[in-house]
């Protein structure tokens, strides 16, 4: 308490527990946004070591979950905003995260950068093995938080995903994994900008119960692929009547399984 009177400030971060202590996450309070269960399902799509690139990586939560179940995954966490990507840098100088700091780094840039503006900030051609992306989910014409931080975290531009999903294009390796999650209405659009880009599309819808509608869906796709898309059975989040994961998604949630494709060629 300050020599005043007056209370201590509110905070205005916190640090949170993910995958039960395998890594910590420095994360705005009351402002911004701040990371759960999406970024920690979306970092499940990773099922095997390599270079990884988090786009609009926020303060790193799946970007960082990802190196924590692969020892030797290396991630580049890639945030347009500076405070956010100060929240991440600040993340990976926790004494909880020195196991990761070695193999994760931070680069302050925008997303939807193209040609030589893209090289120069940073982003090479080619050199990923795995994209990961949360991409805004709200629609433009959705009711707009005061927030800046968090409106910019959350509002959907037009084109977003082509725009998204063609610097994943450039950024992977021919055979390299696209991986994403967003709502169930970006569907059409996630299909069309992925076009001749990527193949193999497997979706699965994400239900918060059995016989309920989704309210998520994971997509992962390969690099160049011709195979086929897949809609793969609905993942179930909650036990019935209860608000208790499933056993499955409990694992994915926590680290301690990866959701694997079904076609593992990819072709």
Same mark, same amino acid.
């Given at each position: 308490?300050s ?37 920690m $399902?979306? @970092?499940?799509?990773v /099922? ?5 690139? *988090? ?6 939560a +799946?970007? &960082? ?16 905003a ?28 925008d ?27 709200n ?6 938080t005061?927030?800046? $931080?968090? @409106?910019?975290?959350? /509002?959907?531009s037009?084109?977003?995903? *082509? ?6 294009? +450039?950024? &992977? ?18 299909v ?9 599309l ?32 609905p993942l ?5 009547g ?23 060629r990819?072709?």
């Open positions: 308490m020599g005043d009177g007056q209370g201590a400030a509110p905070p205005c971060e916190t640090i949170d527990s993910f995958h039960r202590g395998g890594f910590h996450l420095v994360q705005p309070l009351g402002r911004g946004h701040r990371s759960g269960m999406d970024a $399902l979306l @970092a499940s799509l /099922a095997t070591p390599g270079r990884v690139v *988090d786009l609009g990586a926020g303060a790193g +799946a970007g &960082l979950a990802v190196a924590a179940r692969l020892e030797d995954a290396e991630v580049l966490l890639v945030e347009r500076p405070d956010m990507a100060d929240f991440a840098r600040r993340s990976l100088a926790l004494p909880e995260n020195s196991h990761l700091a070695r193999r994760c780094q931070v680069l302050e840039a997303v939807t950068l193209t040609g030589r503006a893209r090289l120069a900030a940073g982003l090479e051609d080619e050199v990923f093995d795995h994209a990961i992306m949360n991409p805004p989910f629609s433009a014409a959705d009711r707009m005061p927030d800046p $931080l968090k @409106a910019e975290a959350h /509002a959907m037009e084109g977003l995903f *082509d725009a998204w999903i063609r610097t994943a294009g +450039a950024l &992977l390796r021919p055979g390299g994994q696209l991986s994403l999650i967003a709502r169930p209405e970006s569907i059409a659009e996630i069309t900008a992925c076009g001749r880009r990527f193949g193999g497997e979706i699965t819808a994400l239900l918060p119960r059995e016989g309920e509608d989704a309210v998520r869906i994971l997509v992962t796709a390969i690099k160049q692929s011709r195979a086929r898309l897949t809609l793969r059975a179930v989040m909650h036990e019935p209860s608000h208790r994961f499933t056993v499955e998604v409990d694992a994915l949630n926590n680290g301690r399984s990866a959701y694997r494709r079904r076609d593992r990819g072709r």
